[in-house]
């Protein structure tokens, strides 16, 4: 899937999760997400955990994270 059409699952909505971006309008932030797959959790342990989310939505979040990188300075902890 072509990162645009996967980008269109994140939302943002300020009654959902306080305005953070989420995947397609569920109470699942892309930061939690990007958690799991950083503390070395798989894709198939992931979707098992949280039935009603799909492969492409963790490739979403993976192209948000991409994205937002690419336009932004992020402080890391040193």
Request: glycine content about 4%.
């Amino acid at each position: 899937m072509p990162t645009d059409e996967l980008l269109k699952r994140i939302t943002v909505a300020p009654e959902i999760c306080h305005g953070k971006p989420c995947i397609r309008g569920l109470r699942y932030p892309v930061s939690m997400l990007l958690e799991l797959l950083s503390s070395g959790m798989s894709y198939e342990a992931i979707l098992s955990d949280y039935e009603d989310l799909e492969h492409d939505d963790l490739l979403a979040a993976l192209a948000y994270a991409a994205r937002l990188s690419d336009s932004k300075r992020v402080a890391l902890a040193s």
